[in-house]
């Protein structure tokens, strides 16, 4: 069954420190997102892509927060200055067109933990 | 706006005894009705989804879950329950032209011998 991919599994940061979060979504996929779970919190929506461009933003996806497809394969997540509540467990997530409903949901990542310290 | 409640942050079952999870949902049109789990340290495992038809939905490892529009309700359920099942369950709604994901908080399952 397709995956989608994320690396690292687990990165660690100095506070101030860019970091970058990479994930491969499943590649018939045009729909990407980002989501940020806190530990012991729930899941939260950051920011949906499409056709290259945010489609959607969440009020935690501020300035420091961007994200970018490079090559047409990567989605990647950088955040520009990490602070300390940044540390959260970030999972990418793809699905295929919204018309397509027999394959309609969401596919996760396995998620990168980042820790900033 | 779309929410998701689940009222029950922690459930404590003796395996082989059967589950129920509550989820409700506020969405003004049709919902599309998700069930997450989540083991420790790990993502997000799809366990069934809800988009319109039979109300009641089979998903994996044993799931289901029935949605009742009248409730606003969209509860999983399991027969007897097994000692993997402990994990974290979250009920999710999809909304929006670009499918936003709401989650509710989350169930923590304990499964006890």
């Known amino acids: 069954e397709p995956e989608v991919t994320q690396t690292p599994s687990h990165q660690v940061t100095q506070m101030g420190q860019e970091v970058i979060l990479r994930c491969v979504p499943i590649?018939?996929?045009?729909?990407f997102y980002w989501y940020r779970q806190i530990l012991g919190q729930k899941v939260e929506f950051l920011v949906s892509?499409?056709?290259?461009?945010?489609?959607?933003k969440s009020e935690i996806f501020d300035d420091q927060f961007s994200v970018e497809r490079p090559d047409g394969s990567n989605f990647t997540l950088k955040i520009r200055s990490t602070k300390l509540e940044d540390s959260a467990m970030y999972f990418c997530?793809?699905?295929?067109?919204?018309?397509?409903?027999?394959?309609?949901?969401?596919?996760f990542g396995s998620g990168t933990r980042l820790t900033v310290v | 706006a779309q929410s998701v409640t689940q009222p029950d942050i922690h459930i404590t079952v003796s395996e082989g005894a059967s589950l129920e999870l509550r989820c409700n949902y506020s969405?003004?049109?049709?919902?599309?009705l998700f069930w997450y789990v989540q083991s420790p340290g790990q993502g997000l495992q799809l366990l069934l989804k809800?988009?319109?038809?039979?109300?009641l939905v089979q998903g994996i490892k044993g799931f289901e879950a029935e949605f009742k529009r009248s409730q606003s309700s969209f509860n999983l359920r399991k027969p007897s329950v097994h000692w993997s099942d402990a994990a974290e369950y979250f009920c999710?709604?999809?909304?929006?032209?670009?499918?936003?994901?709401?989650f509710g908080t989350g169930t923590k399952l304990q499964v006890i011998p």
């Open positions: 892509f499409y056709n290259n461009e945010i489609s959607e």
């Open positions: 997530a793809s699905t295929i067109s919204q018309g397509a409903r027999v394959s309609f949901g969401y596919t």
């Open positions: 809800y988009f319109s038809g039979d109300t």
């Open positions: 590649s018939n996929h045009l729909y």
């Open positions: 969405y003004g049109a049709t919902p599309y």
């Open positions: 999710a709604v999809v909304s929006g032209g670009y499918q936003k994901v709401t």
